[in-house]
């Protein structure tokens, strides 16, 4: 039996400049100020209940913006709006450093999640659209490592920044461990957050949007009832497990290493870094299990696996089998995106990708909102223990509601075609 290959060359010029945009991102948003934003916002005097509900924001707004942004993108170009979302993004995360009063801290996470949502509706067909059809398996996976690892290099930067700005002079009362605890440093590190996320924009600059069947789509002459919502609604279901097993942790890793384990900011983004750097490096095997498997029944496999290592997470009695569950269980969960998004455009005509794309964000939000907004009151009732066993029974859910609705689901016979520059 011939191998399977696990690397295809994709890299054109706008697909490197896209990975670098991508990564610069990551780095800002992802890496940096997840580390420190809770902290941040403990430093500040808030409880995790009302941590939670901050954190439950995003996923509002992101639900609200998910369907317009789909139509927008449709009518305009994903690219401009990857491009205006991005500024916004920003924005918002510039926000609660200059007013950290707690209404614009609810309103600053608010305009994050219209942004990002917008963002996230648009990325997926548009790097559809920079390959072919027999690429973007490859494309999609290649995307994910190099964004998890700029995320995992934001992680560990990230967790020591705040001594950083106290070496610096940005200090607060006490003595050092104290300053590198206080608002004012965690507010510098996040000042650096948002000037790299804001550098992205300097690659995207010189992005062109490809005419593509899928991403480029006039709205204009798109019958919307001749969409198929049934289906399209059907598709989304996965997203929605997906989106609550993400919301009642991905915000609390850095509260939950620290609480339980009482360890310092480096080494919480240091175990964070560790963790993206296998978030990026396991869905390297997508190719093979696709090719070998089919990619519902792939994506069964990886995310039992993550079931089985969430629930490991919970029950971990030392940090260092904490961090081996943590990486394995978050590493196989992010299987879920190069896998499931290649899925849902192969089954779909090409016209209805980006409403696809919308309507699934949607539902992720739904479930992410749901999450975020119970989790600080479990964390304060029940502790992390029980948090991490409903996230091993959310992900099997996740892996068998694909199974059902994708196995054996023809393809469409047109796909997406690009022509590459």
Not at 40 to 47: A, C, E, K, R
Not at 48 to 77: D, K, M
Not at 167 to 176: K, Y
Not at 244 to 268: A, C, K, M, Q, W
């Amino acid at each position: 039996m011939s191998a399977i290959r696990l690397f295809k060359p994709v890299a054109n010029r706008q697909v490197s400049l896209f990975m670098l945009y991508s990564s610069i991102l990551q780095i800002g948003l992802f890496g940096i100020t997840d580390v420190i934003l809770n902290f941040y916002f403990t430093s500040l005097g808030h409880s995790p209940e009302t941590i939670g509900v901050l954190q439950s924001f995003p996923r509002i707004s992101g639900l609200l913006i998910s369907i317009p942004a789909g139509l927008v993108a449709s009518r305009l170009g994903a690219y401009r709006v990857i491009l205006y979302a991005t500024v916004g993004i920003g924005a918002a995360m510039l926000m609660p450093l200059l007013w950290p009063d707690l209404p614009i801290l609810g309103l600053s996470r608010f305009l994050l999640g219209v942004f990002y949502g917008a963002q996230q509706v648009a990325i997926n067909p548009f790097i559809g659209g920079l390959v072919k059809r027999d690429e973007q398996p490859f494309l999609f996976s290649y995307h994910n490592i190099i964004t998890m690892i700029a995320t995992a290099v934001g992680s560990f930067i990230g967790g020591f920044l705040p001594a950083l700005m106290v070496s610096l002079g940005v200090r607060g009362a006490g003595d050092l461990q104290q300053a590198a605890q206080s608002s004012a440093a965690y507010r510098g590190a996040l000042a650096v957050g948002v000037i790299v996320t804001l550098t992205c924009l300097l690659p995207l600059m010189w992005v062109q949007e490809q005419r593509t069947s899928g991403t480029n789509v006039n709205i204009g002459r798109v019958n919307l009832r001749e969409m198929p919502w049934r289906t399209l609604l059907l598709f989304a279901i996965p997203m929605y497990f997906f989106g609550f097993t993400g919301g009642l942790t991905f915000p609390f890793y850095n509260l939950f290493f620290r609480n339980t384990f009482h360890v310092s900011d480096e080494i919480v983004g240091t175990i964070l870094g560790i963790g993206w750097i296998g978030m990026g490096i396991i869905p390297l095997v997508n190719p093979v299990l696709d090719k070998r498997y089919g990619r519902a029944e792939a994506l069964f496999i990886t995310l039992s696996v993550a079931a089985v290592a969430f629930f490991g997470l919970s029950i971990a009695p030392t940090l260092g089998l904490s961090i081996v569950a943590y990486v394995i269980a978050t590493s196989a969960r992010n299987t879920m995106q190069p896998l499931f998004q290649p899925l849902v455009m192969s089954t779909l005509p090409p016209h209805a990708h980006n409403m696809a794309s919308g309507i699934g964000l949607v539902v992720w939000n739904i479930g992410w909102f749901n999450a975020t907004t119970i989790s600080g009151f479990l964390q304060a009732e029940h502790g992390f223990q029980l948090i991490m066993q409903v996230v091993a029974a959310g992900v099997m859910l996740t892996a068998i509601t694909v199974v059902l609705i994708f196995r054996n689901r023809p393809q469409h016979v047109t796909g997406i075609e690009v022509q590459n520059p």
